[in-house]
């Protein structure tokens, strides 16, 4: 199980950090991700980590603003969104992928897990 917390509303220009914890049986994972949906639009990729060396991946949208990062001992992953916009607007989602390659790393498909979303509002 997934569980994403830390969302919340706050100003343009301001700061969040969500976190995403495993819970129960835990497996070794290839990497996690988050995700966002915004009303009236498509699941869009935001950022992944690789579970193994830690390699990063960003959308161009959040690349300077964001930070993805992992406590493996924790089996947890976080997302420091700095900067934040109204288009960040969103709920955000954490997922896990248990296998896959870089090439995919961006698509919702590549994930087996999924937490259950924590919306994310930034007001102008």
């Known amino acids: 199980q997934l569980q994403a917390f830390g969302g919340g509303l706050v100003q343009a220009g301001g700061s969040l950090r969500l976190s995403c914890a495993a819970s129960?049986?835990?497996?070794?994972?290839?990497?996690m991700g988050w995700f966002r949906q915004a009303p009236g639009k498509e699941r869009e990729f935001v950022a992944a980590?690789?579970?193994?060396?830690?390699?990063?991946y960003y959308t161009d949208s959040v690349k300077g603003r964001f930070t993805i990062s992992r406590n493996n001992a924790k089996n947890t992953v976080y997302l420091q969104m700095n900067s934040l916009k109204p288009e960040d607007t969103a709920v955000y989602y954490c997922?896990?992928?248990?296998?896959?390659?870089?090439?995919?790393?961006?698509?919702?498909?590549?994930?087996?897990?999924w937490g259950q979303g924590t919306q994310v509002t930034v007001s102008s």
């Open positions: 980590i690789k579970w193994s060396g830690g390699s990063t």
């Open positions: 129960g049986r835990t497996f070794s994972s290839y990497a």
């Open positions: 997922a896990k992928a248990l296998r896959g390659i870089q090439s995919t790393i961006r698509l919702p498909t590549t994930y087996h897990y």
